[in-house]
């Protein structure tokens, strides 16, 4: 693989041609990964991006007229009442409840992710595989399902309640259940094994030298953990929040069975546009809003991340 | 992956469903767990056909996969409000239902129907209406209201569910504030935006699966359709169904033969076959909702021939009403109302 | 905590690898994870029709779910796609984080890595709404209409979950080894084999499980994406939803689930008598 790199670079010329050698095998190596997503993810949203600029159907789907009303109308709507032009709070509300969800959603999942996932990389060898199927076991049951199961936990005559309850913590039965307590210990719990997987791979890696050297040196455990541990996993932490936050900013099942569905979340609301609301439009322009921002999100977080390792 | 027979078993799948339709099949797209598995076993026998059925989950759904092509469906099953869009779109064939042999089987009151004049597109599938459940154990009051969810009674606070359907919900809030089907008066649309707006933080959730909530009185009342609420009397007998005089839904959701279907005189013949009163009864018996053909309650058990979820009682029938698919202006008013109370 | 007169090899028993309280936490997730587990597999012997109110101990959802056909087939077609699904993305993502990981930068690194992300940055029924429309073009025009449509959403769907933990394992790896193994005379494929390969694995292992498990919930791309008789169990039972969702899915997810742990046991008795020393 790396026999391009190593070969003694002679001139400058040679460089170039070396370089050039590793961009072609770099993107042959990421062609077939890219030619899936064009074909079966990306590609087809062109569609979408073509839709957000026409009028909605009569019914559902579209008329080719070209407007930007859908974009408009993200942040601007008509008062179907008075008629003025103001700004879409809805639209707004909606969008800052679901990245703030998301964020907690992450907050929690790495806290309890990352404790689970440096467990399992300290287990010996042989165990590890077999933690790690026990994170993921209970995922082959169905979202749906696992939802509900949830839910009979933390209802008032839950498993929960009554575990509180004979444990004298509490008197009275907590209502858990459709409030954002409850969207977020589900949330946390579909999402824990997207955190715990990338922190567990790049923990695993981890050399517990250092670890000894830190301690050798006199630092604490806090100290070994923030210094030595937390900067060495920082690609695994990376991975992990992205594939918590995105998915979760549009989370459709969890928020609407435990949240009992009275708000709206950006994902939800999406959908409406799609279903019933019958204005493909909207959601069509709304859902390229959330890939450009999340796509700059994400490109900046990435940028920082790697630059801070260019430092360490 | 790595085990051949598995690779085998999905090489054959594979194949199997890419194939072109060979003759005596026929393929079925409905509303998921509502097609009774008895009916299409005894359908399969009668003409020897092999019967596969497709679920969605909603009506936008059927249509956007319908009209996007290339779907390998046979029929559909469309509720009243959809079949004019269905058929405005071109999508179903005129099959004719109303000259087949069963046709004389269908009650006087389905035959001539606003959304499919004279029965030319589609056969009754089932119907039932949208209404009010409460636990009378926990208010024993007045059922037969909107107000259980437009202004919900002290007991009831905080305790009260409402299906997220839009159409439904809406109409009958409409109804309610005392405007009809589809309005545009501005002046009932405020008061139907602000009633909502101050009832909404008096419900607990906005949530389907009612019979399972209803049994075990995590929810105490909720707006919900009759079949499920009847599901939740047999579990827990409290639980009443109420007919809102302000004006309740009444629905329908008929069979029709898709344009591009590929076995049409197989899906003749079902529509002709589910217009027997006896095999009508067993579509009832599994869906638990009224089938529209008469003959079939003497098929049909015992518990739903007298259940006041499933028999709208005389005294309510005048209140029920169809919902038409409201025109688009209408319905952008009605989403940006729901968005505000949902926001 | 420990006696600091005491000789070295007393200064390993306070183990360098044990946060305090970390082990803890991972017991109470583990437990956690699994409580609601109990309570699907508990309903699963339901004797009414509620999964959430019990009234009995029987086998009769067993026996439902025995005789209906469509959930077996349903969930058989669940497998088939997932296990195809994360195979496919598994193979695309290790070649991609291979490419865009090892040996600096180069033009064209970001664009990758977005696009490979992309589908994790809208919601699901925005690519099943565009993929409906694309593939029924392609269904139109060329007469099949197999499990290949789907199957390809759910690998491109799943690509990002297996990549980026395979990412974040070979980020930062050591790349001396595989100089090495090159110095040796290794070829590059013998070093990627001997060397890389086995490096990567632990990453390799966690993107196929989270693909894997991606694909078998994945719902509403499904939905949208399905033709007829293309049903899975997300589908079927997103059908259930607005009636009632009856213990026959509890009973069908527990019988995957046992299959799961045996399979599982199995596979470790094996390995284990195979190699008695890790």
């Not at chain 1, 064009?38 to 909605?56: D, E, K, M, Q, R």
């Not at chain 1, 630092?219 to 918590?244: E, H, N």
């Not at chain 2, 959730?205 to 009759?226: C, E, F, I, T």
Request: a neutral charge; aromatic letters at 10%; hydrophobic letters at 50%.
């Amino acid at each position: 693989m790396s026999a391009v790199e190593i070969s003694p670079a002679a001139g400058t010329d040679q460089e170039a041609r070396a370089e050039a050698a590793r961009t072609r095998r770099n993107w042959l190596l990421s062609l077939p990964a890219v030619i899936l997503l064009l074909f079966a993810a990306s590609g087809p949203l062109v569609i979408v991006l073509i839709y957000s600029f026409l009028t909605p159907g009569d019914y559902s789907g579209v008329k080719w007229i070209p407007t930007f009303d859908a974009w408009t109308s993200i942040l601007f709507s008509r008062d179907i009442f008075d008629d003025t032009l103001r700004l879409a709070d809805a639209h707004l509300t909606i969008f800052w409840r679901s990245a703030s969800l998301s964020l907690l959603t992450t907050l929690i999942t790495f806290l309890l992710g990352f404790p689970t996932a440096y467990f399992i990389a300290t287990r010996p060898p042989r165990q590890r595989g077999l933690w790690l199927f026990l994170i993921t076991i209970p995922f082959w049951t169905n979202l749906l399902i696992r939802t509900f199961a949830i839910m009979e936990v933390i209802r008032n005559e839950g498993l929960l309640n009554k575990l509180l309850m004979m444990t004298g913590l509490i008197s009275e039965p907590l209502q858990i259940l459709y409030s954002d307590t409850a969207v977020l210990i589900g949330m946390a719990y579909v999402y824990l094994p997207l955190m715990v997987l990338p922190l567990y791979a790049a923990l695993e890696r981890f050399d517990f030298r250092l670890v000894e050297a830190g301690y050798d040196l006199y630092a604490g455990r806090w100290m070994v953990l923030r210094k030595v541990i937390l900067p060495l996993v920082k690609p695994g932490i990376v991975a992990g929040s992205i594939l918590v936050f995105m998915p979760s900013l549009g989370a459709y099942v969890t928020p609407r069975v435990l949240g009992g569905g009275k708000h709206m979340m950006i994902g939800s609301f999406i959908e409406l546009q799609f279903g019933q609301g019958r204005n493909w439009p909207l959601g069509a322009s709304l859902s390229m809003l959330l890939l450009l921002i999340v796509g700059i999100g994400l490109f900046f977080y990435v940028r920082a991340m790697s630059k801070e390792k260019a430092h360490d | 992956m790595r085990s051949p027979t598995l690779l085998i078993a999905a090489g054959a799948l594979l194949a199997a469903t890419g194939l072109a339709h060979a003759e005596g099949e026929l393929n079925i797209f409905n509303w998921g767990d509502y097609t009774s598995p008895e009916l299409i076993k005894k359908f399969e026998e009668k003409y020897d056909v092999k019967v596969t059925v497709t679920d969605y989950d909603s009506n936008t759904t059927a249509l956007t996969k319908v009209s996007a092509g290339g779907h390998g469906f046979d029929i559909v099953v469309p509720s009243a409000n959809y079949v004019p869009i269905f058929v405005g779109e071109g999508l179903l064939l005129e099959a004719r239902p109303d000259q087949m042999e069963n046709f004389k089987n269908v009650s006087k009151r389905w035959r001539d129907v606003p959304w499919d004049p004279g029965r030319h597109y589609t056969v009754p599938w089932q119907w039932g209406t949208t209404g009010v459940a409460v636990n009378k154990t926990a208010y024993s009051g007045n059922v037969n209201t909107s107000a259980i969810f437009m202004d919900p009674p002290e007991e009831l606070v905080g305790k009260v569910n409402v299906i997220p359907e839009m159409s439904d919900v809406m109409a009958m809030a409409v109804w309610y504030a005392g405007g009809g089907v589809c309005t545009q008066d501005k002046t009932v649309l405020k008061k139907v935006r602000d009633l909502l707006v101050a009832a909404k933080p008096k419900w607990m959730s906005m949530d389907y699966g009612m019979s399972d909530k209803l049994s075990n009185n995590d929810v105490l009342a909720s707006v919900n359709w009759s079949g499920s609420t009847f599901r939740a009397r047999l579990n827990n007998p409290d639980v009443v169904y109420g007919y809102p005089q302000e004006g309740y839904p009444v629905w329908m959701d008929s069979v029709a033969i898709l344009k591009d279907a590929k076995n049409v005189d197989n899906a003749k013949l079902f529509m002709n076959f589910i217009m027997e009163p006896e095999n009508a009864a067993m579509i009832s018996a599994f869906a638990r909702y009224a089938n529209g053909i008469d003959g079939s309650q003497e098929f049909m058990p015992e518990n739903m021939r007298t259940a006041p979820e499933v028999n709208v009682p005389e005294e309510f029938a005048a209140a029920g009403q169809f919902l038409p698919t409201c025109p688009p202006a209408v319905q952008k008013m009605y989403t940006a109302i729901w968005t505000e109370v949902m926001k | 905590m420990t006696d600091t007169t005491a000789p070295r090899p007393r200064r390993k028993a306070f183990s360098v690898r044990t946060m305090p309280g970390f082990s803890s936490i991972a017991i109470v997730c583990f437990l956690a994870l699994y409580a609601p587990i109990v309570v699907i597999v508990v309903y699963s012997f339901n004797s009414g029709n509620s999964i959430a109110l019990w009234e009995g101990l029987s086998l009769k959802w067993y026996a439902t779910a025995w005789q209906n056909d469509a959930v077996q087939e349903a969930t058989i077609r669940s497998v088939i796609i997932a296990a195809f699904a994360s195979v496919i993305s598994t193979v695309v993502a290790t070649m991609a984080a291979l490419g865009t990981t090892h040996g600096g930068d180069f033009r064209g690194r970001t664009v990758i890595y977005l696009l490979i992300n992309q589908p994790l940055m809208v919601p699901e029924i925005v690519t099943a709404v565009a993929l409906l429309i694309f593939f029924s073009m392609i269904r139109i025009a060329t007469g099949y209409s197999g499990l290949a449509y789907l199957i390809a959403a759910h690998a491109a769907f799943c690509v990002p979950f297996a990549y980026l933990p395979i990412r974040a394992r070979l980020e930062g790896m050591d790349t001396m080894l595989e100089l090495a193994a090159a110095d040796l005379y290794a070829t590059p494929w013998r070093a990627f084999r001997r060397v890389t390969l086995p490096l990567m694995a632990p990453g390799i292992v966690a993107g196929a499980m989270l693909a894997f498990v991606i694909s078998l919930d994945d719902v509403i791309i499904t939905e949208f994406v399905k033709a007829a008789g293309q049903d899975t169990l997300p589908t079927y039972m997103l059908g259930q939803l607005r009636r009632a969702i009856t213990p026959e899915v509890n009973a069908i997810s527990t019988i995957l689930l046992a299959i799961t742990v045996i399979l599982l046991t199995l596979f470790f008795i094996l390995t284990r008598k195979r190699s008695p020393k890790a």
